[in-house]
Every structure is written in C-alpha cells, then in structure tokens.
C-alpha cells in the first residue's frame, strides 16, 4: 500500500480477509478498530504488506512499527491524519496512489481510517509488539564498582546499604556454627565431631581460609553443587509423560557436571560444552557427555516414537520439544523467560517471536537419542584414525564399483541384490514398516485388492508377493497372506481391461512368513500390477488382506514397482507398521535360504562381470580395498569393549522407530515463525540466530551457505559465553550467591527480565559477575563469597533490624537455611556410619519396576533400604519423573519434571512423620544406634555420642537426661531416631 521509500512499518493484529462494513465514516462516532478498520487492510493492503509478504520494507501486521514511523515520516500519526503517510498515499488525489494496483479505496473507506487516526489510532493489543529497548538492568555491561584497597567488596557494598537503610551488621558466628555451615554449603555433608573439635581449637588466624581451601579441593564438592545444577536444568533419569520409560544411560550427563565443578572447568567452556561440545571440543569426553544438558528435560515418548513427524500431534511434541532445549538453554544461562515469545512477542522483555523461532532453528536437527563413544581419549584417537583409513579406501572401493556396474550394464544390479538376500546374517531384525493392510472385513469373501502404478507400460517378467510377518500379540508368520487371490496386469488404472498372470488358491505352505509368492508373466506388458484377494486370510473374528511388499521385475531383473504410489480399494493407516507405501519401500522378512552351490555360483558370475568391467589391475586393486577395509573392522573390534553410552541431544539421522528428523535426515529442520504458537499455520521461516536485544554480543549469526548442523549450536555457544554477554555471568554468580544465602541477590533466579526481582545489591552482583568473567573459577567465586564476614554473620535475629527489614534482604545476618532432601538423607546414612563414598557410574534404585514393558511402575515401599547399593550419595539416586520418592518428596526434593531454580522450604507434618517413619530412618536408626553403643558404656555415654555425631556439639545436661530416660525406656534406636527428628539436624545452623 505504501511506495519503496516507505518506511518499514506494522500495523494489524491478524490479517483475516472479511467484507469491510459500508458504512459512511462519521467522525464524531467511535472507529472500531476490529470493526472497521481491520477489513480494510484485509481487502486492500495484505496482499503485499501482510506476514507473508513486505513489499518496499513494508508490513501491516504489528502495531509498534507503525507508529514509530521511518524515514519517509510516520505511517500513522495518533490524532493527526494530515500528517500520516497512510492518509496521504491513500487519498484520492495522491500522486502516488496506493494500492498501486486494484481497486482504490473509497471515499468512506479512507474517511473511516481519518476518523480512526484523528480518534489516536487506538486498536486491541495482538501480542505482536516487542517489549521496550534492552535497557533494563540486567542487559546493560558489567562494571565493577571501585572499592577501598584491602576492603572485601562484598562486605564494603553490603555494608553500605545496611547503614543506608538504618541496619547493623551482626557478629561473626561461632567456630562450631562456622564449620557446620561450611560443610553443609560447600559439600552436603555434616563434619565429624572430630573435624568439629579440631578447628575450634585452631586458633590460627588462616584456619578458616584453609577449611575452605580443604573442602573446595574434595571430590564431594562436586557431587554437592552438580545437585543445585541438575535441580535448574530439570534432569531426569525417566522421560516423564504417559510412557515414563527409563533413561538407563543418563547418568553420564551428571558425572559431567561433578566433574567440572571438581576440576573447577571454566565457566565459559562450561557452558558451551553443555551446547556444542561435540563441535567445538571433539574427541573429548566431557563435549560429548556434556550435550546431556540438551537431552535433561521430560520428552514425549508417545508423540516422537509411536506418532510420525507428518501428523499434527508428532509436529506439537517436536516443537514442544525444541521449546525445552530453547527454555532451558536461555533459562540456565541467561534467566530469561524467553519460551513467553513462541506464540507472541514477549510481553515484558525486548524479546521478539522470531527471536524465540531462531533460536527453534538452532536446535532443529537435534534430537534425543543414546550414543555411543569411547571414554578413554586414546582410545578414541585411534578409533577416529581407524575409521578415517576404512572410510578412505571404502570410498575408493565404492568408486571402483560403480564403475563395474557403470560398464557390465543390466547384468550385474539383479545378481548382487540376490548376494546380499542370500548373506543376511542369521537375525537380521525385521523392519517396523511390515506392510499393507486393507480394512477389516466380517466376511471372509469379500473382496480387497491392492495395486501400484509402475509410472509407465513395462514388460514383466515376473510379479513377486512378500508375505508378512507380524509380531505383535504373536501373529507370527503369514500374517494376512489371501487364501484365494489373482494378479493382474494392464495399463488401464480400472482394470476394465488386463491380463490375469495369477489365480491362486494358496492353503498349504510350508513357512509363509520366509516364502514368497512369485508369478511368471510371460513377458506381459502393462503399468499397473493389481492384487484382488477373493479369499481373505482369518484373523480372529473376522478377514484381512496384508502383503509386505509387491515387487515387479522387468528382464533386467530391475524391481519397478519399487518406491511407485500404491492405491487400495482400502487401507488400515497405521504407521510405521501399516500403510499403503509400505507395499514398494523395498522393506520386508528376508527370504528363504540358497544353497552354497547357488550362492558360489552367484558369487562367481558376479566376479567375472567385475573382471570383464575393471580388468585384472581394477580387480586386484577392488580386492586390495576390501581387505584393508577387513583388516580395519578387526582393528576396531578390538576396541569394542571400551565404548559408554549416553543419553544425549546429537544429531539423530532417522531409522528405525524412532524416525529422528524423519525426511530431513540429519539436516537441520526448517523452522518457522508460528502466530499463536499455531504448528498447522507456519509463517515466515527464519534462520538460526541469538537474541538481537543483548547489547554488546551480536545475536545474528552469519553462517556460510551449506553450513553444518552443529555450526549453529556452536555459534549459540560462543554467544552464550562471550565476555560481553552480561547475563551469563550475572545469572551465575547470582546462582552461586544464592546457594549460600537461602536467597539470591535477583529473587528470581530465573527471570532477569522485567517481571523478575531487581537486584538487591546491584554492585556486589555486578563485582562477583566480573569475577567470574575474569577468572572463569566458580570456586573463586565461592572463596570470594564464604570469606566475607556478610557470609559468616550470626543467623540469629535482631530485634530492632527485624522491624526495620523483617525478611532480612539487607543481610544483616545470615538466613537461617534448612537442609535440603539430599543433605538431611546424606547426613542420616553418615552418622549411622553407612555412607558409601564411591562416585560416578549407573544411578542406584530406590525402587523396584512393575510392568516394565508399557508404562512401568516405580515402586518405592518395595525397595530394601538395607541394600547396600543403594547406600551411595543421594546425587547418584536414579530419579524419575512420574513419581517422585516419598520421604524425598516430602523434604522439598525438586520435580524433575521442571526447571528448580529454587527448592521450597517448608515445614510440615509429613516431614517429621518421613523422618521417624520411613523404612530408610527406621533402617538408619538401628545402625546409628549400633554405632553409638560401641562409643559408651552407659545410655548417658552413647546419647552423648549420638549427638556429637549428628550436630558436631555435646549435648546439654537437660538434653542428655532426657536423651538417656528414653532410651532406657523406648531403645537406643528410638533414642536415635529422635535426634534425627531435632530441628538442629536439618538445618544448616
């Protein structure tokens, strides 16, 4: 509607084609914007400046846009309509009418978009505007406040704000409170009493700073914080959904995570590898294991394995699924609820819909699959090195081949096809596409044919029926084969007119499921090879017709119905198991066995041809190829046994039942721009690309023209961990900050944008963010924070800075913090004396499976909790999503099902009912109180003993009395299972 100097401008809400309303514009009423000015943009104007169009720069479709106007002047001027391109090029007097081309607008027509300017332009909001400019808080670059040399920055700024706000600081906690809190922060785990009693009496001034050092340095650390990581990007060892199918090979993912956080792996390659460590970091084992990050979430076994990507509910779970890898990548690393922009603009944040599809097509070849790979680096050198020599001389051989087949002509393609039947292994798994299947019947002669267009008149020389072989429910072999049946062929599409090469009446045969059906032509002519089975086959109350696969050869021995259209008078549709192209995909039971003598002399025959094409030099070359390509294949089953699997995000290239990017095999799926997240109305496609709002990181990625798929997830990850992306560090540190302080600096850890918390100390945010950047240690960042005397704070309360800041946000002491479900069940089985420390490897199970097969059933009140397997830290629990353990349950442990940036802490019934209760406490009390007895020889000793061990003090008189009354009276083991109910165990002080 507008000229090619117009501005790039938007303007409705959703373009639908309707009649406008005829009416006579009066300026004095109200102009509707649905009502009346929506249909003329419809009928004049969408055709060329609609969402699938822009010609000049130009589209009606988004309200912001319009009213900022370009450089031509504003499209629309709210109120003045004199001054608005619109009204100027659509006036009947314009030299530069528009549309250009049509019928003009009339004269009530632009008097009602008059009317509506002069009213303000007022129209309903569609979602379709993006938020302010990126200049909230959290987009804006680092800086680091200067502080007073000598001074923690952390202490300095918060210290501030606390005399800013009229607030005092508390003292320093005692040494007993100091190193519990420690233990229980930085490795999840209480001290012994005598760990306890040795730091109290070192009266060094380094002693603190060299517990930190000591407990950073042990392998628990890392089990302790990959627990908070996992919590926030929702790792799950089970998919979730109906299907709740176990992962078995998940765990790779978290031994990753503990050992980054042991080797304290910088935080930039941290984050990429867990995005494209396959590409950038390959032959490596943490960027391969990494790439669990992208696999973490819930996925829909149902709409990926048993709906294909053709159906509109197989296209909702892959976009769903893309929208998990988008939501927990941008979520984990830059707290940021861009999954809001996939049917809209985001609301809030400058956030654009076809940003959120961008980052879609980042991820659109990836899938979750399992995959194996060496563990060991060498290894996996020399298996690199050892494919890369078969490639190379398969190659050659290939090309060698080709050129055989190329001269010996029409002789060679049938005898090689009949090798290959011939020397399938023993077990070649069937196909899941098992082939046609007409609609049922009640009668058992009623008939059902089947045919398929050859493309163009072929003279057969034999029609060969495959029949099937379905398993499901034990079918079993024959499945469907017609009792009485004809073949026909013609080139009449009707079959008014054909010649019958078959009439059939096939009762007795051996092995129906390995022997097929062949019959001779005589040389017959025709494009179409019909089969009418007059006689259907049983199947339980009532009659079918199934074929796995109708092959036409021509005298060449070329199959020509292969991959040719099928028609049916009926059809049961059921894929991949049943559907009409299954007949001519060339997929179906292996026939029946040759004999040796009819298998050297193929293999003969092939060898000569071979000779006659290459000559003596290519064969012997040919035969050189093959051997070293033998000789590789034992080289690399050597190696066999040091493979891992993983459950991962990778490149998933189809096949099988799980069809992976189905008919884009392994390439990248188109992506495009869904209005209201619709997947039945994709818009404009879009490519791969980051948030173009982040200043300072450019999130248009410019890849060359055929770039690989994991380009795409490498130009993400460069983008993620660039210096200058402020979110990255920021969303971290405050991670980290929040972990030690119950709370984080932005209350919402997640949600930087501008529905989230402000910071409530923006400088030490800010000075740890920088940190972190620079050094690229998270345990630097821990020091920094446990060092501070605002970390090492009193948690007691203080009545007159209660009043003035009742929910401590100034930290004006340490929060009190309750032990999360891990740390209380940890520290249950250490001081019972039954912790087993050995890390890494499979997941144990707290639980046992009914009915596995379907949609199993997790059982947890049937586990032994006296198995000693599952004795280990709860960080190597295996974790399901549908159904959660109960005693961890019922001490706030995370959903998996959901990204937990932050756990709730509650205090509940059901909590002290777990604790005296559940099988493991009971379990665990018996041997606490076995570990006790042998440390006293009175009751008064061995309670003593008992909470020494679970909170690193000796009891009060008062307490130990009471302690040793019970026992006396209830046993040892009640005794125990009180002191595990104390308030004082599960809390961190």
């Known amino acids: 509607m507008l000229v090619r100097s117009a501005p790039h401008i938007t303007l409705i809400a959703i373009l639908l084609a309707c009649p406008t309303s005829g009416r006579t514009a009066d300026p004095e009423k109200p102009v509707d914007f649905d ?27 988004r309200r912001a846009d319009a009213l900022a106007g370009g450089d031509s002047g504003k499209v629309i001027v709210p109120g003045k309509p004199a001054d608005s391109l619109l009204i100027q090029l659509v006036s009947p007097d314009a030299d530069r009418q528009m549309p250009p081309k049509g019928a003009r607008l009339t004269a009530e027509e632009v008097a009602t978009l008059r009317a509506w300017i002069d009213q303000g332009a007022k129209w309903p909001d569609d979602g379709s505007a993006v938020a302010a400019p990126a200049d909230w808080w959290s987009f804006k670059p680092l800086t680091k406040a200067a502080v007073p040399v000598g001074t923690n920055p952390i202490d300095h700024f918060v210290r501030a704000k606390l005399k800013e706000k009229g607030l005092t600081p ?18 999840g785990l209480p001290p012994t009493p005598e760990e306890v009693e040795a730091f109290v009496a070192d009266k060094k001034p380094t002693a603190y700073e060299a ?71 390959p032959g490596s084992v943490d960027g391969v294991e990494a790439l669990g990050f992208l696999a973490a979430g819930p996925w829909d076994f149902i709409g990926h394995v048993e709906v294909p990507e053709s159906k509109i509910d197989g296209k909702v779970a892959r976009h769903l699924d893309r929208d998990d890898f988008v939501a927990n990548t941008i979520g984990t690393f830059m707290g940021l609820t861009v999954h809001c922009a996939q049917c809209h603009n985001h609301k809030f944040d400058p956030i654009s819909q076809e940003d959120y599809y961008r980052l879609q097509a980042v991820f659109s070849a990836i899938d979750r699959t399992d995959k194996s790979y060496d563990a060991d680096p060498k290894i996996a050198a020399q298996r690199t090195a050892l494919e890369a020599r078969k490639a190379r001389a398969t190659v050659r051989a290939a090309a060698l081949e080709a050129d055989a087949r190329k001269k010996a002509g029409t002789e060679l393609p049938p005898i090689e096809m009949q090798i290959a039947e011939a020397t399938k292994p023993a077990g070649t798994p069937k196909p899941p596409e098992y082939g046609y ?39 079993g072999a024959g499945f469907g ?42 040389e017959t002519s025709g494009r179409y090879v019909r089969v009418t089975a007059t006689k259907l086959a049983p199947r339980q109350n009532d009659y079918i017709l199934a074929i796995a696969e109708l092959e036409a050869f021509d005298a060449t021995g070329r199959n020509r119905a292969r991959g040719q259209p ?7 549709e059921a894929p991949v198991r049943w559907r009409k192209s299954n007949l001519t995909d060339g997929l179906f039971p292996p026939g029946p066995k040759r004999t040796a003598a009819e298998l050297a002399k193929l293999t003969d025959l092939r060898a000569s041809l071979f000779r006659k094409a290459l000559g003596e030099t290519g064969v012997a070359e040919l035969a050189a190829l093959h051997a070293e390509v033998t000789a590789t294949d034992s080289e690399l089953a050597k190696l066999a046994g040091t493979r891992r699997t993983a459950y991962i995000g990778a490149v998933h290239t189809g096949g099988g039942a799980f069809s992976g990017t189905g008919p884009f095999g392994g390439k990248p799926r188109p992506i495009h721009v869904l209005p209201r997240g619709d997947v039945t109305k ?103 924070i446990v060092m501070s005397a605002t970390y090492r704070q009193v948690s007691t309360a203080d009545g007159t800075n209660a009043k003035r800041d009742a929910d401590n946000r100034y930290l004006w002491r340490q929060n009190r913090r309750k032990l999360e479900a891990e740390a209380v069940r940890d520290s249950i089985l250490a001081v019972a004396g039954k912790l087993d420390l050995t890390p890494g490897g499979p997941s144990f199970r707290d639980f046992v499976v009914e009915k596995p097969e379907h949609s199993p059933h997790y059982q947890y009140h049937l586990h032994d909790p006296e198995d000693p397997a599952s004795h280990r830290r709860a960080v190597y629990r295996f974790v399901v999503r549908s159904k959660q353990q109960p005693f961890m349950a019922a001490l706030d442990c995370a959903d998996p099902s959901l990204a937990v940036e932050k756990r709730n802490e509650t205090l509940t019934p059901q909590q002290a009912l777990a604790l005296l209760n559940n099988a493991l406490a009971v379990a665990m009390a018996k041997h606490f109180a076995a570990r006790v007895e042998k440390l006293g020889t009175t009751d008064a000793e061995r309670v003593t003993a008992a909470v020494r061990l679970a909170l690193g003090r000796a009891p009060t008189v008062k307490e130990r009395d009471a302690l040793a009354a019970y026992a006396r009276e209830f046993g040892l083991a009640n005794a125990c299972r009180v002191v595990l109910n104390l308030n004082e165990f599960v809390f961190v002080d």
Request: aromatic share 10%; net charge neutral; charged share 25%.
């Open 682 to 784: 994709p818009a404009k496609e879009v490519a791969p690309g980051a948030l173009v709002s982040v200043p300072g990181v450019n999130g248009n990625f410019h890849l060359p023209t055929g770039h690989t798929e994991g380009a795409r997830r490498a130009a993400l990850a460069k983008w993620l961990a660039d210096a200058n992306n402020p979110l990255t560090w920021r969303v971290m540190a405050n991670r980290v900050w929040q972990y030690h302080f119950g709370r984080g600096l932005v209350d919402t850890p997640n949600d930087f944008g501008k529905m989230g918390q402000l910071p409530t100390h923006p400088e030490v945010l800010d000075c740890l963010a920088a940190d972190l950047r620079e050094h690229q240690s998270v345990k630097k960042l821990h020091k920094a």
């Open 437 to 475: 299947h007409s609609a049922l019947s009640s009668k058992q002669d009623e008939p059902k044919w089947v045919q398929v267009d050859l493309g163009q008149s072929v003279k057969l020389e034999r029609v060969v029926i495959e029949p099937c072989h379905d398993e499901f429910n034990n079918i």
């Open 211 to 281: 517990l930190v050092d000591r407990l950073l340095a042990l392998p628990q650390y890392g089990e302790r914080w990959a627990r908070h990581w996992l919590d926030v990007v929702h790792f799950g060892e089970t998919h979730g959904y109906d299907k709740d199918q176990p992962r078995p090979n998940a765990w790779p993912y978290r031994d990753y995570v503990i050992r980054a956080f042991n080797r304290d792996k910088p935080y930039g390659q941290f984050v990429a590898e867990q995005v494209a460590g396959d590409v950038l970091y």
């Open 566 to 572: 099928v028609t049916a008078l009926d059809s049961t």
């Open 481 to 522: 084969f017609p009792v009485r049946f004809k073949i026909e062929v013609s080139d009449d599409p009707t079959f008014r007119t054909s010649a019958v090469i078959a009439n059939e009446t096939r009762t007795d045969f051996a092995n129906p499921s390995t022997t097929p059906y062949t019959a001779k032509t005589n």
């Open 35 to 61: 009502r009346d000015v929506q249909p003329i943009f419809a009928k004049h104007c969408a055709s060329c400046h609609g969402a699938a169009s822009a010609k000049s720069g130009l589209r009606l479709d």
């Open 170 to 187: 508390s003292p320093e906690a005692d040494r007993r409170t100091l190193i519990r809190r420690l233990y229980f922060d930085l490795i």
